[in-house]
């Protein structure tokens, strides 16, 4: 499966980062959840579900 990084580090790739965020604005969605290679990627406006979400992560070790 195709995969392509970006790191909040990643200077290089600014411009996806940031059209990603633009898009996550225009879309408005609740959550956003993406797998990739070595990390799990979540975002959410629901700080309650947040707060479920990274109990649950902690709780697995992560």
């Known amino acids: 499966m195709p995969f392509a990084g970006?790191?909040?580090t990643d200077s290089e790739r600014e411009t996806?980062?940031?059209?990603?965020?633009?898009?996550l604005g225009w879309?408005?969605?609740e959550s956003?959840?993406?797998?990739g290679?070595?990390?799990l990627t979540f975002v959410t406006t629901n700080r309650e579900l947040y707060e479920l979400v990274l109990a649950g992560a902690r709780a697995d070790g992560a």
């Open 32 to 35: 956003y959840l993406a797998d």
């Open 37 to 39: 290679y070595d990390v």
């Open 6 to 8: 970006v790191r909040g």
């Open 16 to 23: 996806v980062r940031s059209a990603s965020w633009d898009q």
């Open 27 to 29: 879309i408005q969605p």
